[in-house]
């Protein structure tokens, strides 16, 4: 098919588009056979009709329900002129698809007056059962009466012992199956014959890129099938492959044994088949130490140990606190237990319930090994850092990262190298750092004869303002000059990325993946001897700053990510995870992390947290794709909103990847997201290649041309809209659209934003000149040149392990605990007082963690100089400041302390 072919057939558009505008055409035609039925002879509105059944007779073919099969039958009633049967069907088929009862029969269908008769040959039996209800793609280019021959057949194995219930959808190609894969949410399995086709009719540039990533030309009849295993499976990860192939199954089964869950010899029993999907949806459904509490909970239990609560038992008791029950729920108290038996487990040695819930959550997240935390990232952050690294080691680490991980460098006696992020000026707060930052301070340690100190590469991905890295080139680039680089990436806020294949390459389990499968790769092999020849004969020290290639050879891949689950997941709140791709982690590094882990963790784990972990796992591994790609698309419509009305436009602005991401990061050009209208390609280009990109689900509003601060408007929405914001900076608020998100909690906030803008043109209206040069002159400096963001000045040579010159790298702990002897630390003030001893030639050094907010992350750490930047810096906030007292000043080492 040639370029010209493809781009003329109908497109599809974007896969979050596309399934917000098939319920769309699905309304549209409900309201047009309303009106025909009344109206009959309106020409337009039956021209409306056929247009929105064609449309659907694409979009319906990668789904189950309502499927082609309704199709069709309504266009047979527009044929037959019969409005009113049109009218009543189209709009039974709205409200099952609106309201999901198509999924899960409930009393409420029958109160709407959807009873199982209304539904006959319309709706199948299986949407009216209770049970969970998902469709299985079945890949086979079929005449219509064999399909549904194959159905029926299916469909007949079913049984009211069976755990799910299931349809099947069948397209006819490879291209159709990616497409089906990429948009319909409700697939768990996918079963691949031997008889399709490679091209659609349809188009969808995501399906597009990835047929295009195989050579079409050389994929013959037993290969075809293998091939689009591996492109779903990078799709859509967590779904169950079956083959059915007429090929020499034994030998595909050695080859492709990773990719599919079973392979099947022709149409061998079907049943096998019924059994296998059932079975594979199971294994993900499972939910070990969850279902072990909750048959734990319903034991009619004697407490002879701690926790007078469990059971609920001191509650259910008094005449005082029997609130916490009705607050709580009888449930959660049942849950509560302090026993690590009766198929329980114990989070500091799992070998039962709790093991296995792990090894489920390191499947669904693509890691080698899972490890549930329960006081937060905080501490996951603690264990990893003090499991891999030692005393005198120089961590890199991004200047922003999270509080906790300063922390962890003082606790484990590494050396921190603070780098620094490219600044966002005209909203106060950093970006991420830039690779070639990253290489300066690589490459200066190996001039300095240091490069064998540099054992850990630590960000933040994505940053709390949504900036992502590119982890595949990160590392591939860093570990080109330290191959022995372990890198930790604090996924706090990216949890949920693992979930949909836009974003998930960016992740650090599916880099760490994607480079080990690179370094093993003949052709990387080969392309990195043809770079290594080339670069040893360039005699630039700027080739360096090129794309550089790691040695296969002496490259090794050790990564590690903890994930806020709660942040961005289904968690109770301090539910987190360790996630490990690391080839020496049984060899060199499990003992010392089962000893940080043991450092770090409570004996007395919460078994509501553990238990929210696990049955979150399940959640998204079953609807994850479904839950996340509705988030983007909440996020989207967001987007759309406040960039296409005049009101909000007015007053608004909600920032885009060219606000926040320099152009020199963004070789895509990729500028903006929004429902309508977004370059889907270069978003795709973009997530693929660029240095950075920006999260669609973080949406920073600037509200400086209100007037108004961002902590100021923070307060406006919560005090009268009952809005929850995530983070301000001095002119933004930061929103988050997660799985938690509804559409109605959207139209609130869509709706308060209109009313907040409405309210300020009103009174712009009507008030006087003085108070309008005040919001005026407040507007200016708001979104005008703000105080520039300072760097990292460095550590005191009284840190930096007698060098006598000041250092990028320092040991803070040794700085930490001279600060907290009182005869080394006095007070300054930032009334004049710092800059009188600065111009005395006096080094000031800070003695404790200053935060100001914004940009919320210390800007000076304990050991660090005060540079007249970042003095500048403080007295310019008149927010807060974590760390400073007004009424004392400043903490500072005396001069004694660091031996002046």
Request: aromatic share 8%; charged share 25%; proline share 5%.
């Amino acid at each position: 098919m040639t370029p010209s072919e493809r781009h003329a057939r109908p497109s599809l558009g974007a896969s979050y588009a596309a399934t917000r505008r098939r319920t769309s055409v699905w309304q549209s035609l409900k309201a047009d056979a309303l009106r025909w039925q009344s109206h009959p002879e309106d020409a337009e509105v039956l021209a409306r009709l056929n247009d929105g059944l064609s449309e659907l007779r694409r979009v319906e073919s990668y789904w189950a329900y309502p499927g082609k099969h309704v199709v069709e039958r309504l266009a047979g009633l527009v044929a037959d002129e019969d409005p009113e049967a049109l009218a009543t069907l189209t709009s039974l088929v709205v409200r099952m698809l609106v309201s999901g009862a198509y999924r899960v029969f409930s009393e409420d269908t029958e109160d709407q007056g959807l009873s199982p008769e209304s539904a006959q040959g319309l709706v199948p039996d299986l949407v009216l059962d209770e049970r969970p209800y998902f469709e299985v793609l079945v890949v086979d280019d079929l005449p219509p009466r064999e399909e549904d021959r194959l159905r029926e057949r299916m469909i007949a194995l079913r049984s009211e012992g069976d755990p799910f219930v299931y349809d099947l959808v069948i397209v006819p190609s490879f291209e159709d199956a990616l497409i089906a894969a990429l948009l319909n949410p409700q697939l768990q399995s996918v079963v691949i014959r031997y008889g399709f086709r490679l091209a659609s009719r349809h188009s969808l540039g995501l399906a597009e890129r990835a047929l295009a990533r195989f050579d079409q030309g050389e994929l013959d009849a037993v290969e075809i099938g293998p091939a689009l295993g591996q492109a779903i499976a990078r799709l859509r990860p967590n779904l169950d492959l079956f083959l059915v192939s007429d090929a020499a199954v034994e030998d595909i089964a050695l080859q492709h044994r990773r990719t599919f869950r079973r392979i099947f010899f022709r149409q061998e029993d079907l049943l096998e088949l019924h059994l296998s999907i059932t079975k594979g949806v199971q294994a993900r459904y499972c939910t070990p130490f969850f279902s072990a509490l909750k048959s734990y909970s319903q034991r009619p239990t004697g407490v002879f140990h701690a926790l007078p609560i469990a059971r609920g038992k001191s509650v259910s008791r008094s005449y005082w606190i029997r609130d916490l029950e009705e607050l709580f729920g009888e449930s959660l108290l049942l849950a509560e237990t302090s026993a690590t038996t009766g198929g329980l487990d114990s989070l500091l040695q799992p070998h039962g319930s709790l093991r296995e819930a792990q090894a489920l959550a390191a499947r669904a997240f693509g890691t080698r090994q899972t490890f549930f935390v329960t006081n937060g990232t905080s501490t996951a952050n603690k264990i990893v850092l003090q499991a891999i690294a030692r005393p005198g080691d120089i961590v890199l680490a991004a200047r922003d990262c999270h509080m906790s991980h300063h922390y962890a460098f003082v606790l484990s006696g590494v050396e921190p190298l603070y780098m620094d992020p490219y600044p966002i000026q005209r909203f106060g707060f950093y970006g991420g750092v830039p690779l070639a930052v990253i290489k300066r301070h690589l490459l200066e340690l190996k001039a300095r004869g240091q490069l064998d100190r540099a054992r850990v590469l630590l960000l933040t991905n994505c940053t709390f303002d949504g900036i992502v890295y590119n982890p595949l080139r990160v590392m591939e680039e860093v570990l080109a000059i330290q191959p022995d680089m372990t890198f930790v990436w604090d996924e706090a806020w990216f949890a949920f990325a693992r979930f949909t294949p836009i974003t998930r390459r960016r992740t650090a389990m599916q880099a760490a993946a994607d480079l080990r499968e690179r370094l093993a790769s003949p052709d990387y092999r080969a392309r990195h001897a043809e770079w290594r020849a080339r670069f040893d004969a360039d005699p630039e020290p700027e080739r360096w700053y090129g794309p550089l290639l790691a040695d296969p050879d002496r490259a090794k891949v050790r990564v590690y990510a903890t994930h806020s689950t709660h942040k961005t997941l289904t968690s109770l709140r301090q539910g987190s995870m360790i996630h490990v791709s690391d080839d020496l982690f049984e060899s060199d590094v499990e003992q010392s992390f089962h000893q940080a882990y043991l450092t770090h963790t409570s004996s007395s784990a919460n078994y509501p947290i553990l238990a929210s972990l696990d049955i979150g796992r399940r959640q998204v591994e079953l609807e994850g794709y479904e839950m996340v790609q509705h988030a983007i698309e909440l996020a989207l419509i967001l987007r759309q909103q406040v960039n296409s009305n005049p009101g909000l436009k007015r007053h608004f602005d909600l920032l885009t990847p060219e606000d926040l991401i320099p152009s020199e990061h963004r070789t895509s050009a990729f500028s903006a997201y929004a429902l309508a209208g977004t370059d889907w390609e270069a978003m795709d280009r973009a997530w693929e290649d660029d240095e950075f990109c920006l999260d669609p689900t973080r949406l920073t509003l600037a509200v400086g041309r209100t007037g108004m601060t961002g902590d100021a408007f923070k307060s406006l929405l919560i005090d009268q809209h009952d809005i929850q914001v995530n983070k301000t900076s001095l002119n933004t608020v930061l929103f988050m659209t997660h799985i938690g998100t509804t559409r109605g909690a959207l139209a609130h906030l869509i709706s308060s934003l209109a009313n907040i803008a409405d309210e300020l043109d009103d009174h712009a209206a009507v008030q006087g000149a003085p108070r309008a040069a005040l919001r005026s002159a407040a507007a200016r400096r708001l979104t005008g040149e703000l105080l520039p963001l300072p760097d990292f000045s460095a550590f005191h040579p009284r840190f930096c392990g007698g060098s006598g010159a000041p250092g990028r790298e320092g040991d803070i702990r040794a700085a930490f605990f001279a600060a907290n002897l009182s005869e080394n630390v006095r007070h300054l003030r930032l009334d004049g007082t710092i800059e009188a001893e600065l111009d005395a030639g006096r080094v000031v050094v800070s003695a404790g963690f200053v935060t100001p907010y914004p940009p919320g992350f210390p800007v000076l750490v304990t050991g660090q100089v005060v540079s007249r930047e970042i003095l500048a810096f403080l007295k310019s906030i008149d927010i807060e400041i974590h760390g400073y007292d007004p009424e004392v000043g400043l903490r500072v080492f005396t001069p004694e302390a660091l031996g002046q």
